[in-house]
């Protein structure tokens, strides 16, 4: 997987040497709100982000709460990184139900990633990207307290981006690619996909609404599930997303997802 990060590192900084920093074209595409990007398809150099993030999810037996910090940037053009802490909290629907099966709290990892936007059509208005997540899978906070073992295993998830805008305000993206599962115990690794669609109608430019179609398969567990969601802006360089979740199976219930986006002025 180190292979993967050094060709996208090595193709951006070609490109980036031979043409200038406010040359290449870049097309505005929406960005989902549950699977964002790494960074803006055809990002320009200085360009950076923050995301905070928490969801609510009501189960039969507890209810569990999600947050994250997310800091993205674009070191070269056409290039995006990015760092995410994922955490995860869970409490018992009613607190003397000793029979309720509750997972631990936990720092659910380190996520690094990077994504190249390798083509960008202003006359077909497409962009396609390649892009590679290594997530440093956590264990509990009462297992490390207890035995001093921060990670049980890696994740890593290469992937391929098309998004395509339709006239002015219909918005198409496709995000796809395997997933394997290393774990740091005897058991086996395990190996699957991702497949993620979304459409949206951007108003206002930075405003939209629509729905994504989450699809994933690993530990021969499948999911989908329909994200409806809208984004707003509210401020200079600052918005909100709201994103609710409809499961097409049993394996997930019913959530709300919050996002709050600050994006600061492009360093040049």
Not at 168 to 195: A, R, V, W
Not at 204 to 230: A, C, L, R, W
Request: charged share 20%; proline share 5%; net charge positive.
């Amino acid at each position: 997987m180190k292979t993967v990060i050094h060709i996208i590192l090595f193709i951006a900084t070609i490109s980036t040497a031979m043409a200038q920093k406010d040359s290449l074209p870049k097309i505005h595409h929406a960005e989902p709100l549950y699977m964002d990007l790494i960074r803006d398809l055809g990002a320009r150099r200085g360009e950076r982000e923050l995301n905070i993030g928490g969801a609510m999810q009501l189960n039969k037996q507890y209810t569990s709460y999600a947050g994250f910090v997310e800091y993205e940037f674009a070191p070269f053009n056409r290039l995006g990184m990015e760092v995410e802490l994922p955490l995860a909290f869970y409490q018992p629907l009613t607190l003397d139900d000793k029979q309720a099966v509750t997972p631990k709290n936990r720092l659910e990892g380190l996520k690094l990633s990077v994504q190249y936007t390798f083509f960008v059509s202003p006359e077909k208005n497409l962009s396609m990207a390649i892009g590679y997540t290594n997530q440093f899978i956590f264990h509990s906070f009462k297992t490390f307290a207890a035995e001093n073992k921060l990670t049980k295993g890696n994740l890593y998830s290469p992937f391929f981006i098309a998004a395509k805008k339709w006239g002015s305000h219909i918005n198409t993206m496709l995000i796809t690619g395997p997933l394997y599962e290393q774990k740091f115990s005897s058991d086996p690794g395990s190996f699957g996909y991702q497949i993620h669609a979304s459409i949206f109608y951007t108003y206002m430019k930075n405003n939209f609404f629509g729905f994504e179609i989450n699809h994933i398969y690993i530990n021969d567990v499948y999911s989908t599930i329909i994200h409806p969601q809208v984004k707003f802006k509210i401020g200079a360089g600052l918005a909100a997303g709201i994103v609710t979740a409809i499961p097409m199976d049993s394996v997930y219930e019913p959530s709300v997802f919050l996002r709050i986006i600050y994006e600061p002025k492009r360093r040049r």
